[in-house]
C-alpha cells in the first residue's frame, strides 16, 4: 500500500516536531513548513494526501491557505485539519466554512490528532473495482463510494471529506430524518469535541454545491426543524 504524505505546517517547533513524530510512528511519510507560502509551494511539489495546518503562520494565513486550497480544482478534495490555539466557536465556525475536515484546538493530545488523521485518510483512501453496490444513484446525483467522486448531472464535483461522508450518509438513508447528534457521531466519530453547529456549517456547504451544479430546483437536502436533516426521496 502506498505510504501516504502528509504536511504539517506550524510556526511553532515543537509542535511540529511533536506532531511529526507522533505520525511518522504509525506509519505516514511527514513533510514539514514553517509558514504558508513554504506550505503552498510544497503542495505544488508532493502528493499530499492529509494537510495539518495552523492558522497564525508567518507570509499567509492558515485561513487564507483553506480558502486557496478549496478554489484549486487540483487540491479541492484535500483533507485539512486544523490544528491551532483559537479556540473561540467564531474560529471553528469560521475554519469549517471555508472548508477544513476538522478543527483540533492547543493544548491537544497526540493520540487524539493521530486518531482524527487516521480516520479521515481511512475513509478517504479506499479502493478496489467498482460494483453497482459501490454507488449510489439518486436521480442525477451518483456517488461514487470507491473513488469519493461525486457526479451532479454527469459532471463530476468535488466535496471535502466530510461533505462527501455527510452527503453518502445521507443518501443511503434517503427519506429518513438523521439527527444532529447521530450525524455527529457516525461522521466525526466518537469524543469529538465539537457540537452539531459543525454538522449544520458542512450541511450548508453541501446543499449549496447540490443546488448550484444540478438543474432541477429542489431541495435535495430538507432541514426538519428541530431534530436533524433528510435526504429527499427521488425517484
Given at each position: 500500500?502506498?505510504?501516504?504524505?502528509?504536511?504539517?505546517?506550524?510556526?511553532?517547533?515543537?509542535?511540529?516536531?511533536?506532531?511529526?513524530?507522533?505520525?511518522?510512528?504509525?506509519?505516514?511519510?511527514?513533510?514539514?513548513?514553517?509558514?504558508?507560502q513554504?506550505?503552498?509551494?510544497?503542495?505544488?511539489?508532493?502528493?499530499?494526501?492529509?494537510?495539518?495546518?495552523?492558522?497564525?503562520?508567518?507570509?499567509?494565513?492558515?485561513?487564507?491557505?483553506?480558502r486557496?486550497?478549496?478554489?484549486?480544482d487540483?487540491?479541492s478534495?484535500?483533507?485539512?485539519?486544523?490544528?491551532?490555539?483559537?479556540?473561540?466557536?467564531?474560529?471553528?465556525?469560521?475554519?469549517?466554512?471555508?472548508?477544513?475536515?476538522?478543527?483540533?484546538?492547543?493544548?491537544?493530545?497526540?493520540?487524539?490528532?493521530v486518531?482524527?488523521?487516521?480516520?479521515?485518510?481511512?475513509?478517504?483512501?479506499?479502493?478496489?473495482?467498482?460494483?453497482?453496490?459501490d454507488?449510489?444513484k439518486?436521480?442525477?446525483?451518483?456517488?461514487?463510494?470507491?473513488?469519493?467522486?461525486?457526479?451532479?448531472?454527469?459532471?463530476?464535483?468535488?466535496?471535502?471529506?466530510?461533505?462527501?461522508?455527510?452527503?453518502?450518509?445521507?443518501?443511503?438513508?434517503?427519506?429518513?430524518?438523521?439527527?444532529?447528534?447521530?450525524?455527529?457521531?457516525?461522521?466525526?466519530?466518537?469524543g469529538?469535541?465539537g457540537?452539531?453547529?459543525?454538522?449544520?456549517?458542512?450541511?450548508?456547504?453541501?446543499?449549496?454545491?447540490?443546488?448550484?451544479?444540478?438543474?432541477?430546483?429542489?431541495?435535495?437536502?430538507e432541514?426538519?426543524?428541530?431534530?436533524?436533516?433528510?435526504?429527499?426521496?427521488?425517484?
Amino acid at each position: 500500500m502506498k505510504e501516504k504524505k502528509i504536511l504539517v505546517v506550524d510556526d511553532e517547533e515543537n509542535i511540529v516536531e511533536l506532531v511529526k513524530f507522533n505520525l511518522e510512528k504509525e506509519g505516514y511519510q511527514v513533510f514539514v513548513t514553517y509558514d504558508g507560502q513554504a506550505a503552498l509551494d510544497k503542495l505544488q511539489e508532493e502528493d499530499i494526501d492529509l494537510l495539518v495546518l495552523d492558522l497564525m503562520l508567518p507570509e499567509i494565513g492558515g485561513l487564507d491557505i483553506c480558502r486557496q486550497i478549496r478554489n484549486d480544482d487540483e487540491l479541492s478534495d484535500l483533507p485539512i485539519i486544523m490544528l491551532t490555539a483559537k479556540e473561540k466557536e467564531v474560529d471553528r465556525i469560521l475554519g469549517l466554512e471555508l472548508g477544513a475536515d476538522d478543527y483540533v484546538t492547543k493544548p491537544f493530545s497526540p493520540r487524539e490528532l493521530v486518531a482524527r488523521v487516521k480516520a479521515i485518510l481511512r475513509r478517504t483512501g479506499s479502493s478496489g473495482q467498482k460494483t453497482d453496490e459501490d454507488c449510489i444513484k439518486l436521480g442525477e446525483i451518483v456517488i461514487d463510494l470507491n473513488k469519493y467522486e461525486v457526479l451532479l448531472d454527469d459532471k463530476q464535483v468535488n466535496f471535502t471529506p466530510k461533505e462527501f461522508e455527510l452527503l453518502m450518509l445521507l443518501a443511503k438513508n434517503a427519506g429518513k430524518v438523521l439527527t444532529r447528534n447521530f450525524l455527529l457521531k457516525e461522521i466525526w466519530g466518537y469524543g469529538y469535541n465539537g457540537d452539531t453547529r459543525t454538522v449544520d456549517v458542512h450541511i450548508r456547504r453541501t446543499r449549496q454545491k447540490l443546488n448550484n451544479n444540478l438543474a432541477e430546483d429542489v431541495e435535495y437536502i430538507e432541514t426538519v426543524r428541530g431534530v436533524g436533516y433528510r435526504f429527499k426521496e427521488l425517484e
